[in-house]
């Protein structure tokens, strides 16, 4: 199969056409040619503003798979993640069994393999995830997970966390978490502020996040190890965060697409698809989570991508699940949220080379004679997002009719293609 991209700009910090205007050739999924070209292909793409840069990188998504297919599969998780313009994905280990062992995490390594989009397994940190007894990393790294992490359930025990730290340095590895000290507003279902008194609704405060993340950057630097903090909400959690990285801990962090658009205000519409895990902040924490994307304090934006059934939303606030889809829409929201001030360039580094750079994989180069690993895109196009357009199985989405900036044309990976 031969693709030709036409006069596409270039966002890649590693390709000697950085920021150019190129035609770009490919071959059986290698980039054969790069410049003003006239070769015949089987697929043209073209556009008024095409972008191209290395496959973007999701670092947290639930694909449910194995045990919770009817929210998701792997298969519906992985054409989501296309449509998003993801190539690649670090999917959570919270699924029936969880990913605690060898043979889970080649499960979902042989349920993948082949595809347009890499799928990464997280291994769990702790059998089944319950904090109580360290899982066998060792040998998941061996099988293929990437990382690890208990996932939706953040490590409680400082001394179980300092041990996996510990272990996990031996083969240079990364523990990511969910900063949420569990026993302090147990039972909160948004954030805790005036607008959960008005509602009626018991509080989870931002207190919560930030005693885990400066106990974790303690642990992390005690042991020397590495850690990633995903679904940072607080302005303290990002000072703590800089200032470890300043004294050589560690720490990485990312955000949500979701906690840069909405706020606590949203959900006095008691939309079930706000009822989020960490929760919504208010919209001047949310304003400072916005700066710190802009400025580089924070590292990646994560989907945190969450499928839920019907039954599991359309209820009682108070009884419906934590979490929404999101990989489809993580760069319109982000552009949505951040307009202008979002370059290209930032994007990618937070999308496609910073992931990469925490897990220690290798960043894809859009470069003559490499394998195309590739999204194409256009940061400038506005459009409404529509429920007809959901890839994933699921469709708890809060962005349903909202308007977002910045649209995926298709992605390359794997000598295989997908044009949305």
């Known amino acids: 199969m031969t693709i030709l991209i036409r006069q596409a700009k270039i966002v890649d910090p590693t390709s000697p056409f950085h920021l150019s205007r190129q035609d770009i050739f490919i071959t059986n999924g290698v980039i054969q040619k790069m410049g003003a070209l006239s070769e015949n292909a089987d697929q043209v793409i073209e556009g008024q503003n095409i972008h191209v840069s290395p496959g973007w990188f999701d670092l947290f998504a639930h694909f449910c798979d194995p045990g919770l297919e009817y929210k998701e599969t792997i298969a519906t998780g992985m054409n989501a993640a296309a449509a998003g313009g993801f190539t690649e994905v670090l999917v959570l280990p919270n699924t029936k069994p969880a990913v605690d062992g060898k043979s889970q995490v080649e499960y979902i390594v042989q349920k993948s393999k082949n595809n347009l989009v890499n799928v990464h397994p ?31 359930s953040p490590v409680q025990s400082a001394g179980l966390l300092l041990k996996a730290l510990q272990y996990i340095k031996s083969f240079d590895g990364v523990l990511l978490q969910i900063p949420d000290d569990k026993t302090i507003g147990t039972y909160g279902l948004m954030n ?26 303690k642990l992390t630097k005690y042991a020397e190890s ?3 903090f995903t679904g940072i909400t607080s302005p303290k959690s990002i000072e703590y965060i800089s200032r470890g990285k300043q004294g050589g ?4 962090c990312s955000v949500t697409p979701a906690h840069l658009y909405f706020c606590d205000e949203d959900l006095r519409s008691y939309d079930t698809n706000l009822k989020l895990y960490p929760p919504l902040r208010t919209g001047a924490e949310r304003d400072a989570l916005k700066e710190a994307v802009l400025n580089g304090t924070i590292d990646c934006i994560a989907s945190h991508h969450q499928p839920h059934e019907y039954d599991s939303k ?17 760069y319109g929201a982000t552009g949505a949220a951040l307009g202008n001030r979002l370059t290209a360039e930032r994007w990618v580094e937070l999308a496609a080379i910073n992931p990469r750079k925490i897990l220690n994989i290798e960043v894809p180069s859009i470069k ?5 690993n590739v999204t194409i895109f256009d940061p400038e196009a506005t459009y409404i997002f529509g429920k007809d357009s959901i890839q994933s199985k699921s ?3 809060a962005f349903i009719g909202k308007g977002l900036k910045g649209k995926v044309i298709g992605v390359i990976n794997n000598n295989q293609i997908k044009i949305n």
């Open 122 to 152: 997280l291994g769990a940190v702790t059998k089944q995830t319950e904090g109580k007894e360290l899982a066998e990393m060792y040998d998941m790294r061996s099988a293929g997970a990437a990382a690890f992490s208990d996932g939706l």
């Open 192 to 217: 805790e502020r005036i607008v959960s008194t008005q509602l009626g609704l018991p509080g989870k405060p931002v207190l919560a996040e930030e005693i885990l993340v400066a106990r974790d950057i």
């Open 226 to 228: 590495k850690l990633h």
């Open 249 to 252: 801990t560690g720490v990485s």
């Open 314 to 330: 359309v209820c009682e606030f108070q009884e419906a699940k934590n979490g929404m889809i999101g990989l489809e829409t993580s």
């Open 368 to 372: 003559e004679g490499t394998m195309a």
């Open 395 to 397: 469709s708890n989405s």
